[in-house]
């Protein structure tokens, strides 16, 4: 693959501003703390950076409410700050991605303020979808489609008429079928070439456009009226053009179950790569893994796109929780307080899923914390922040759990976080063990392992983007060979088994018995 291709086998760590480091100690994490810890990346061997949206807005959503996209958020920084960062990242070789939020905007966006003072009938309001309600008075929404949060989708205004938002009311959905939505959007995108970011994530990326007439949504209807519409395409294409004069890459946050269907998206004039939800949905289970595995990389190659491996990102139960639950894969429709997971056995495998997805081809997202092992936290109700807990009235404890400030020293105030006084969001009291400098000392702590393995990943031993064959192996063993002779054994079998015979043994994720053997729920690689 050409040089300047390096997305097709980059590791990308992704930055929750908010909580990976207090550089003012005003209790928010900050530029400023991403700044200073940039050699922390650097050491952790990561390629690329990608920060959740981290513009001005009111944090309805944890800043997926963006109020203007050429401005900082100010807890965080300024555009100064951000350019100045964007710089020093890659004197450490490490670029940068940032969040594009285009389903929607937040309430207090420019454009939706002019849009409801403006009334109905305004040009204002044909940048959004304003409707009037039905039943007799108007009273009721104007279609029947289901939030991806709990609860409507439609919101009410004084003067009558309802806005369309498929998450909070927070967030009022754009109208992608107006000219100037579209305009404004690839403004956005110079914007952030212009001051050198090399990608762009693309949020909710195949919900923005809508069947014109708002159809009613009844369940098994097709097509679905607002997933994955075909007007996108047009959308990505010119997005991809404007990419392509500045050598910038898309990963578009596209969750369909349909492999064609997702496939459509990932051309070479459309997106480069899209996060693969399968692989992180995906339960501990060999045969299913392999599946996973198999169906993400036969639906990759006719694009010949790269495929993206995630365990955890900002949305979903921390790894080690989630692997040590009984039911380890991940329904959305499943959160629920109070799940017991045994943390040692969800640590264990988090450490040989980790050699197992960096062996994979394609590229890995890393979701701040993952590298420390940090599990769920528990976040006490009256401190919980996220829309989601509160739209499905208090049963889903929502994602703050694994949005909680980072642990960076173990004999510090909040961990080293930064912050003078309380932080924005509560973390667990006993997470010294956890806390990057105790890591940083320990050979067999989880840090130790992301860091040698992305090492060996980084010096060009074999993994990375490139062919994988799966090799003859036991009933609930993942063994496969890369280049060079590199191979992965991951054991899920419920036993100790053996090592095939091998030259060099390059990394363990879990010590082997004292007969070379290799445990349940740990991996290896080797060379051959
Ligand atoms: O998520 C889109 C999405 O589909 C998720 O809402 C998912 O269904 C939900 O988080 C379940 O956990 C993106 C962002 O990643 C998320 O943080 C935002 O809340 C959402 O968009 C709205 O912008």
Redesign the pocket.
Known sequence: SRAEDWWRDAVIYQVYPRSFADGDGDGTGDLAGVRANLPYLAELGVDAVWF?PWYLSPLA??G??VADYRTIHPAFGTIGEAEKLISEAAEFGIKVIVDI?P??VSHQHAWFRAALSAGPGSPERALFHFRPGRGAHGELPPNDWPS??SGGTWTRVPDGEWYLH???PE?PDLNWAHPEVRREHEDVLRFWFERGVAGVRI??AA?LAKAPELPDFTEGVDPHPYIDQDELHGIYRSWRAIADEYDAVFVG?V?LPDAERFARYLRPDELHTAFNFHFLSCPWDADRLRRTIDDTLAEHAPVNAPATWVLC????TRTVTRYGRADTGFD?AT?AFGIPSDLALGTRRARAAALLTLALPGSVYLYQGEELGLPEADIPRDRIQD??HFRSGGTDPG?DGCRVPLPWVADAPHFGFGSRGEPWLPGPADWAFYAVDRQSAAPDSMLTLYRTALRLRRSGAGFGDGPMTWLPSRDGVLSFARGQGLRCVVNLSGRTVELPAYEELILTSGPLDEQGGLPNDTAVWLRT
């Open positions: 959740t959503d944890g997926y409410d939020v389903n929607h991806q949060f498929l998450f909070a967030q949020d909710s919900l946050e969750w990102n900002h949305d979903v959305f959160k829309p989601m994602r």
